[in-house]
């Protein structure tokens, strides 16, 4: 099922074998608000990430980025520091887990000589606090700078979802660098539909996207860049467009397996059955 990583909103004793923490995860798990999760390098060739197991209350989160790289999506700007062992599998990258639908907020963590950051939006420093932000999905992530990262879309902010009232989405940003920033991405569905540019420690934006949207569960969010390569990334926020229906359409024929969607094509991987993946073209 991949690497993961549990947090507890209190101190537990530890466990020696996968069983006895799994045992003790169903006790102490059993409503479901003292444990979560998070996926650790995803797409990392000898512990990728499985479709085949998401629950979205106890993996509230996903690792976004650490020591190895980013693991936002195929071909994505990266700074390799352990270049040795950057191999990746395709699939199982971010974008592709959103594109089946799955709902996670953004961090990063060190591992093996990294020092990237999750940061997490909290009123106080007390651990039930950041606990319960973190699982809310108030986070971000960034490569090792200590960035600040503040989006909203129609006033929701960062790994919340929404019903969209009308037709506009109203994108409200602010990112300060550590260094200056010199380029800002928006991200919808997998896509950057808006970029800017600037040379500046701090920039604000207010911005409307007027698209129509297609798909009934779209997300947005934000990846800055710094001049000294400095990076972090916003939590999704999650817009549901009550006017399309929750619902798609499966064609199969041959190896090939076709999910259909309302007016738009896009290319995803979108099944994996008994870890052996097909490669789809859903519309």
């Not at 444990?35 to 998401?54: E, G, I």
């Amino acid at each position: 099922m991949g690497n993961g990583d549990y947090y507890f909103s209190a101190s537990d004793p530890h466990y020696n074998t996968p069983l006895k923490l799994w045992e003790a995860l169903r006790k102490t798990a059993s409503g479901k608000e003292n444990v979560f999760t998070f996926p650790h390098h995803t797409s990392r060739w000898v512990a990728w990430l499985s479709w085949n197991y998401y629950d979205p209350e106890m993996v509230p989160l996903i690792e976004i980025a650490q020591s190895r790289g980013s693991y936002e999506y195929e071909g994505c700007f990266s700074d390799q520091t352990l270049s040795n062992d950057c191999s990746r599998v395709r699939g199982h990258f971010i974008h592709d887990g959103l594109a089946r639908g799955m709902r996670w907020g953004f961090i990063a963590s060190g591992d093996h000589g990294g020092r990237q950051l999750a940061a997490v939006f909290s009123p106080t420093l007390k651990r039930d606090d950041i606990f319960n932000n973190l699982r809310a999905r108030r986070a971000y992530a960034t490569n090792g700078e200590r960035m600040f990262l503040d989006v909203r879309v129609n006033g929701h902010f960062m790994g919340e979802e929404f019903i969209l009232k009308g037709e506009e989405r109203e994108i409200v940003f602010k990112v300060i660098g550590t260094t200056p920033l010199v380029q800002v991405d928006l991200f919808r569905n997998g896509r950057i539909i808006r970029q800017w540019n600037m040379q500046s420690l701090e920039y604000e934006e207010k911005w409307v996207d007027r698209d129509p949207l297609y798909r009934r569960e779209n997300y947005y969010y934000l990846r800055a860049f710094q001049k000294d390569g400095g990076q972090a990334w916003s939590s999704p926020i999650w817009v549901i467009n009550p006017n399309i229906p929750g619902k798609f359409s499966f064609q199969v024929g041959g190896d090939e397996l076709r999910v259909i969607y309302p007016e738009e094509e896009t290319d995803i991987a979108i099944l994996m059955h008994n870890e052996t993946e097909v490669a789809v073209k859903g519309k």
